[in-house]
């Protein structure tokens, strides 16, 4: 390719500014170029809550967003992925404590499935029964507060700390506490993958009666 060519290939590029989804007041999270709007969608942007919110207390909190629209100059995003610092956690752990994880996959009330993974750090060393307590508790309160939610509310919850917060004051009554956080919350289908998902498996089901038949 010649240096003309070069050229005109650099010029041809356009830069989009990306734009954080609505709930989180559309802040500018960057710009990203492409010499064409079809090669911007689905490109992933990670930031910090702290950036987000110039806050650089926050910058323990990551966030990525998925580019899923595009306009002329600008690039629309949704949420991805919440997650903790790997120097964060580990910062929450102490010798002669107990850390306690759970996983749970829970559907919002407007049918987005969602994995979140919270965390517990006891005072001190807890029984193998007072962390299966706290687990069960964890995860029964993930479970509750997805029924009352949408995708949007559930996220807010999460990032702004009020879900975490909620799950200590009702934990901590198990066994003492020092902190609770989630260390991570993933999209994992949207509400016509769900949908798509059921509806296989209702197929799945028929045929299997059918064969029983």
């Given at each position: 390719?010649?240096?003309?060519?070069?050229?005109?290939?650099?010029?041809?590029?356009?830069?989009?500014?990306v734009?954080?989804?609505?709930?989180?007041d559309r802040?500018?999270?960057?710009?990203?170029?492409?010499?064409?709007?079809?090669?911007?969608?689905?490109?992933t942007?990670?930031?910090?809550?702290?950036?987000?919110?110039?806050?650089?207390?926050?910058?323990?909190?990551?966030?990525?967003?998925?580019?899923?629209?595009?306009?002329?100059?600008?690039?629309?995003?949704e949420?991805?992925?919440h997650?903790?610092?790997?120097?964060?956690?580990?910062?929450?752990?102490?010798?002669?404590?107990s850390?306690?994880?759970?996983?749970?996959?829970?559907?919002t009330?407007?049918?987005?499935?969602?994995?979140?993974?919270?965390?517990?750090?006891?005072?001190?060393?807890?029984?193998?029964?007072?962390?299966?307590?706290?687990?069960?508790?964890?995860?029964?309160?993930?479970?509750?507060?997805?029924e009352e939610?949408?995708?949007?509310?559930?996220?807010?919850s999460v990032?702004?700390g009020?879900?975490?917060?909620?799950?200590?004051?009702?934990a901590?009554?198990?066994?003492?506490?020092?902190?609770v956080?989630?260390?991570?919350a993933?999209?994992?289908?949207?509400p016509?993958?769900?949908?798509?998902?059921?509806?296989?498996?209702?197929?799945?089901?028929?045929?299997?009666?059918?064969?029983?038949?």
């Amino acid at each position: 390719m010649s240096e003309r060519s070069v050229s005109r290939a650099k010029q041809e590029k356009r830069w989009y500014t990306v734009l954080a989804p609505e709930q989180f007041d559309r802040t500018e999270l960057g710009e990203t170029p492409a010499d064409e709007p079809e090669k911007v969608y689905d490109r992933t942007i990670e930031t910090t809550l702290g950036d987000l919110n110039n806050n650089a207390s926050e910058n323990n909190t990551k966030l990525t967003f998925k580019i899923t629209d595009v306009g002329s100059d600008a690039a629309y995003t949704e949420f991805m992925e919440h997650s903790l610092t790997r120097d964060y956690l580990r910062s929450l752990v102490r010798r002669g404590a107990s850390k306690i994880e759970a996983y749970v996959t829970v559907l919002t009330t407007d049918d987005y499935r969602v994995q979140i993974q919270p965390v517990a750090f006891t005072t001190k060393k807890a029984d193998a029964s007072q962390e299966k307590a706290i687990r069960n508790q964890m995860v029964q309160m993930i479970e509750e507060a997805a029924e009352e939610r949408t995708f949007e509310e559930l996220i807010d919850s999460v990032v702004e700390g009020r879900l975490s917060s909620a799950i200590y004051g009702e934990a901590k009554t198990i066994y003492p506490l020092r902190r609770v956080e989630i260390q991570k919350a993933t999209l994992e289908a949207h509400p016509e993958e769900v949908a798509e998902e059921e509806a296989t498996s209702v197929d799945v089901d028929d045929e299997d009666v059918a064969a029983d038949d």
